[in-house]
C-alpha cells in the first residue's frame, strides 16, 4: 500500500484529549483510553471513524459510557471502526491489552532489560491503543501509570507530575502525568522501572524553574552527569541563539540498552539509546562524548522544532529532522571548533548521504510517497535537509534568518505544519519569493557542478563559468538555487575580491549556467569554490595538484585547506586504482605539503591536523569512481598512498605525538581541545604503524598498557588490530576480560574486529556471533557486528566469492523476524550493488534477489529489497 503526498486529507475526526491509564505487567498490560473525539469541521459530515491498530487486542468498547452493539463497529488487531460515529463530539473509551514482553520489535510498549518503555515514532502508538495515529490529530494527554512499585519504583510521563499514590490492598502504585501541550501521538511516552537518576534545577529566561533528571540503569548515575550537563547547555543555547525557552517543570531523559534509533523527543520525557547517554573516562570516547552531547541537544532542540511546532503528514519529516540537524550542528560548532566540526558534518553526509542519493534508495529531501516511513528516517532527510537550512540561511544572511525562524515558530505554535510554512515564514520576512529555492526539497540526486576558470593575461581579468547538472534528471529539469561561496587565492595568499553578484562572498547560482568575471586580477588565481561546503553538490573542476595545494596553504576557508589535499588524495587513489601501478603519481608532492603542514599547524591546531591526516575512506573513493568498483583495487591504491605519506610523515609524528602526551597527572576533560590532542597523537599513531608495523605495534602495546582514557586505549587497539599476530589476538582477548560487564564498550571491541580487512574476518564474525555478550535482540550488537561490517569493511562485505553478502542476507533474514526496522537498515548496505564491477555485482544481486524471495518478509524489509532491486 503505497502513500502519497499528493493524497493528503484532513481527518474526519479530530481528537482533543486522550486520558489514558496504563497498567503495566509483564505479559498482560492494560490500557483504557478515553478519547474526546469530534467531527473535524474541514473533513467528510458524515464519515465512519476508522482507528489504527497494530497487533491489539480489543477488551473492551463504549460510547458515551454505553456498551456498542456488535454490528456498530469492527475491531481487529491492526484497525478500529464505528461505522456510524455520532455526529456531535462524544467520548470513546477504549479498553486493550498488550505484552510487552513479547514486543520485540522495539516500537509501542516493550520491555528493555526490566524497564517497560515506549516508542511511538512514527507509528508506534498505534500497538498501545487504537487511535488516530497521524501527526496532524493534536491532543491534550493525562496519563496515569500503575506498576507493581517493586518492579517499577520510578514512574515517568509526558509533561508535569501532577499525582502519586499508593493502589489500595496491592503491592501496586501509581502516578499521574499531565502535559497540558497539544501534541500528536507519536511523541506520546511512559517509562516504569527501577532506575537511578542524577538532576539539577535550570531556571529559564521566562523565569521557570525547571527540574532536569537524567535516569540511567541503577549504579551508573556518576555515567549520566555529562548528558545531564549537555541538557542545561543545550536549554541556555536554544534562549541565547533561537530565543527558545523550555515549557514545562521537568524534563526527563531516560537511558534504555535496548533501542532501534539513537534517541526520541517525546514531550517532556526523551527517551535514549543508553549509548548517547552513558559516559565516564574509562568506557567513553572522545566521540562518544561529542555524540551524546549532539544527540542530547537534537532531541532537546525538537521541543519546539517537532514538538512545538510538529509535522502535518509523514512526508514533512525534514520539516523537524533536517532543521534540527541544522540547530545541532550549530550549537556542536558553538561548543567545539566550528571548522573542524563542519568537516565531519560533510565527511558524514558524503559517507552516508552522496551514496543513497546516487543509488536506488535515492529519494526527495521531501520523499512523494512510501510504502514503509520507518525506511524514510535518512541520511537524505536529516543531513542533506540539514543543508537545504544551511543554504537557506546561506542565501538571505543571518539576521533575516533569525527572523525568518521567530516568525516560523510563532505563525505555527501548536500546529502541524508543512514544509510550505517554513519557508513562507522566510519568505514573508524577507519580501523573497523561495518557491524556486524550494525545488531543493522535491528533486534527489547530488547535483553536480562543473567550473572552469579563464585568466586573461593582458585584460587582467579572471573568469569563472559554473554550470549544474543533475545525474539522472532530464536535460530540461529545472536548476537548482545553490550559494556559492567563493574567493580566490594569489600565489602568496588570499586575493581581497568584490563582485557585484557576490554578497558577502556568496554567488547564487540559479541558472543552468552562469559565470562572473573579476576585474584587476595581477596572476593567475586559484578559486576557493563552496567555501565552508556552502551547498551538498560534487564539483568539478580542472586544477593541478599544486593548485590544490596552494589552498591548502594559503586558504582563508578551514574546510577548503582540508578539502584540497582530499581531492588530490582522491585524484591520487583514484588514478592508483585504474592503472594498479605501484607508483602513485603526486604522492610525493602531498606528503611534502602534508609534512609542512604538521611543522606548523599540528602543535596549534591538533584536531584540524589529525583531519588533515585522514584520506578519504574507500567508500568515498567508491562515489567518486561511481561505476565498476573494484573495492580492492580502492583499498590497495589507498594503502600504498598512505603508505608514502607515513614514510614521509613518520619522523616528525613521532615527535609531535610525544610533544602533545597528556601531561602526568592532568585529570581527564572531553572538551574539544583535550579531545584534539587525543585524535592528533591516535591519527600519528596509526600512520606510524603503516610505515613501520613492528614500531607500531610496540607503540600501541604500550598506549594501550598505559591509556588513562577509552579513547586511547581504543585507538592502541584499533591501531593494532591492522596488523595481524600473536600481539593482535592477545590485546583483544585481554580487553574483552576487561571489560566483560561493560555491552557498550564491547560494542567498540566488536566493531574493531568487524572492519578487519582480512580473509579471515567473515570467521572471526561466525565467532563472535556466539561470544556470550553478542546478542541478536539488542540493536546496538548487531549494529556494532553485521551493521559495522557491512558499511566499514568494503573489501570483506564485497568479496568477490559473495560469502560478505551471504553473512548480511543470512542476519537480516533472521532479524526481520523479530525486528523488522533494524533488519530493513542493515539491508541498506547493498545500496550500491549496481555501481560494482560485474562479478561483485552478480554476487550481490544474487544475495538481494535471494531475501526479496524469501516468505514471509516484513513490510519494511520487502519495501528495501524491492526498491534496491528496481532503482
Ligand atoms: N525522531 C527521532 C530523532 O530524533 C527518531 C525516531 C525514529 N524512530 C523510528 N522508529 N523511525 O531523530
Ligand atoms: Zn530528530
Known amino acids: 500500500p503505497t502513500i502519497r503526498l499528493q493524497d493528503y486529507r484532513p481527518s474526519d475526526h479530530l481528537i482533543d484529549t486522550v486520558d489514558l491509564d496504563i497498567r503495566l505487567d509483564r505479559q498482560a498490560s492494560r490500557m483504557t483510553a478515553v478519547l474526546a473525539v469530534r467531527p473535524n469541521p474541514a473533513g467528510v459530515p458524515i464519515a465512519p471513524l476508522v482507528l489504527d491498530g497494530d497487533e491489539l487486542t480489543l477488551l473492551s468498547l463504549r460510547l458515551d459510557g454505553e456498551p456498542l452493539p456488535a454490528e456498530a463497529y469492527t475491531a481487529t488487531p491492526s484497525g478500529l471502526t464505528l461505522h456510524a460515529p455520532p455526529q456531535r463530539p462524544f467520548r470513546l473509551t477504549l479498553e486493550t491489552q498488550v505484552d510487552p514482553t513479547a514486543n520485540t520489535k522495539l516500537m509501542g510498549l516493550y520491555r528493555s532489560s526490566g524497564v517497560y518503555c515506549t ?175 549532539a544527540i542530547i541537544a537534537h532531541e532537546y532542540f525538537h521541543n519546539w522544532s517537532g514538538n512545538r511546532v510538529t509535522c502535518r503528514d509523514w512526508f514533512q519529516l525534514c520539516l523537524k529532522e533536517g532543521l534540527t540537524v541544522f540547530r545541532d550542528q550549530e550549537f556542536s560548532s558553538d561548543m567545539r571548533s566550528r571548522a573542524v566540526h563542519r568537516i565531519g558534518e560533510v565527511r558524514t553526509l558524503r559517507a552516508r548521504q552522496f551514496p543513497e542519493d546516487a543509488g536506488p534508495l535515492a529519494h526527495p529531501v521531501r520523499p512523494k510517497q512510501y510504502a514503509e516511513i520507518n525506511n524514510f528516517y535518512t541520511a537524505t532527510v536529516y543531513e542533506k535537509g540539514a543543508e537545504i537550512v544551511r543554504m537557506l540561511k546561506a542565501l538571505i544572511g543571518d539576521s533575516a534568518f533569525r527572523k525568518g525562524m521567530d516568525r516560523y515558530f510563532s505563525d505555527n505554535d501548536g500546529t502541524a505544519a508543512t514544509v510550505e510554512d ?188 589529525a583531519l588533515m591526516l585522514a584520506l578519504p575512506s574507500e567508500g568515498e573513493v567508491a562515489g567518486e569512481i561511481g561505476a565498476n568498483i573494484d573495492p580492492d583495487a580502492i583499498f590497495s591504491a589507498r594503502r600504498r598512498l598512505r603508505q608514502g605519506i607515513a614514510a614521509r610523515l613518520r619522523d616528525r609524528l613521532v615527535s609531535v605525538r610525544d610533544r602533545l602526551a597528556e601531561p602526568a597527572g592532568a585529570s581527564f576533560s572531553p572538551d574539544a581541545a583535550s579531545a584534539g590532542r587525543r585524535a592528533f597523537r591516535n591519527a600519528a599513531l596509526d600512520l606510524i604503524a603503516v610505515a613501520d608495523p613492528e614500531h607500531g605495534a610496540t607503540l600501541a602495546r604500550e598506549q594501550i598498557a598505559s591509556a588513562t582514557t577509552m579513547t586511547d586505549r581504543l585507538a592502541g587497539l584499533a591501531t593494532l588490530s591492522l596488523i595481524p599476530g600473536e600481539a593482535r589476538e592477545a590485546e583483544l582477548a585481554a580487553f574483552a576480560a576487561l571489560y566483560t560487564a561493560e555491552p557498550l564498550v564491547l560494542d567498540k571491541w566488536f566493531a574493531i574486529q568487524a572492519a578487519i580487512p582480512e580473509d579471515d574476518t567473515i570467521a572471526r564474525i561466525g565467532r563472535l556471533q556466539r561470544h556470550p555478550a553478542f546478542s541478536m535482540t539488542n540493536p546496538n550488537r548487531v549494529r556494532s557486528l553485521i551493521g559495522v561490517f557491512s558499511l566499514a569493511n568494503p573489501t570483506q562485505f564485497n568479496r568477490p566469492d559473495g560469502a560478505g553478502y551471504a553473512l548480511v542476507a543470512e542476519t537480516v533474514l533472521a532479524l526481520d523476524k523479530r525486528n523488522p526496522q533494524i533488519a530493513a537498515r542493515l539491508l541498506t548496505a547493498f545500496g550500491s550493488w549496481r555501481q560494482l564491477e560485474p562479478v561483485r555485482r552478480v554476487a550481490a544481486e544474487g544475495a538481494l534477489r535471494g531475501i526479496a524471495g524469501a516468505g514471509g518478509l516484513s513490510r519494511d524489509v520487502v519495501d528495501i529489497a524491492g526498491r534496491s532491486l528496481a532503482g
Open 422 to 609: 517554513f519557508l513562507q515564514a522566510f519568505a514573508t520576512e524577507t519580501g523573497r519569493d523561495l518557491a524556486h529555492f524550494a525545488q531543493w526539497y522535491e528533486r534527489p540526486g547530488t547535483p553536480r557542478i562543473a567550473v572552469s576558470g579563464h585568466y586573461d593575461a593582458t585584460a587582467k581579468t579572471y573568469r569563472l563559468n559554473i554550470r549544474q547538472t543533475r545525474p539522472g534528471a532530464g536535460a530540461d529539469a529545472p536548476p537548482l538555487v545553490i550559494p556559492v561561496a567563493l574567493g580566490l587565492v594569489g600565489p602568496d595568499g588570499p586575493l581581497d575580491v568584490t563582485h557585484e553578484r557576490l554578497r558577502d562572498g556568496v554567488f547564487v547560482l540559479d541558472e543552468a549556467e552562469d559565470g562572473l568575471t573579476f576585474e584587476n586580477i595581477a596572476a593567475p588565481p586559484v578559486p576557493s569554490l563552496f567555501r565552508d561546503f556552502s551547498a551538498p553538490v560534487r564539483v568539478e573542476i580542472a586544477l593541478s595538484d599544486a593548485e590544490r595545494l596552494t589552498l591548502l596553504r594559503h586558504d582563508t576557508d578551514a574546510f577548503n585547506r582540508w578539502e584540497s589535499a582530499q581531492r588530490v588524495a582522491l585524484r591520487i587513489v583514484i588514478e592508483g586504482a585504474r592503472s594498479g601501478s605501484e607508483t602513485l603519481d603526486g604522492a610525493a608532492g602531498l606528503a611534502d605539503a602534508l609534512a609542512a603542514f604538521v611543522d606548523q599547524e599540528a602543535l596549534r591546531d591538533p584536531a584540524f591536523a
Open 119 to 293: 516508542q511511538c515514532e512514527a507509528d508506534g502508538f498505534r500497538r498501545i491503543t487504537y487511535f488516530l495515529d497521524r501527526p496532524d490529530i493534536l491532543s491534550v494527554y493525562t496519563t496515569r501509570i500503575e506498576a507493581s512499585r517493586d518492579e517499577a519504583p520510578v514512574l515517568l510521563g509526558n509533561g508535569n507530575p501532577v499525582e502519586t499514590g499508593e493502589v489500595p490492598g496491592t503491592d501496586r502504585h501509581y502516578a499521574i502525568w499531565q502535559d497540558p501541550h497539544p501534541k500528536p501521538a507519536y511523541l506520546f511516552a511512559i517509562v516504569g522501572g527501577r532506575l537511578g537518576h542524577v538532576g539539577r534545577s535550570f531556571t529559564t529566561s521566562e523565569g521557570r524553574a525547571v527540574a532536569l533528571g537524567v535516569y540511567v540503569e541503577p549504579g551508573k548515575e556518576a555515567r549520566a552527569e555529562y548528558a545531564l550537563d549537555a541538557v542545561a547547555r543545550s536549554m541556555a543555547w536554544d534562549e541565547l541563539v533561537f530565543g527558545r525557552a523550555y515549557d514545562l517543570d521537568v524534563f526527563n531523559v531516560v537511558a534504555v540498552s535496548d533501542f532501534n534509533m539513537g534517541a526520541m523527543e517525546n514531550k517532556g520525557l526523551n527517551i535514549f539509546n543508553d549509548k548517547y547517554v552513558l559516559a565516564s573516562p574509562e568506557t567513553a570516547t572522545d566521540a562518544d562524548y561529542a555524540n551524546i552531547e
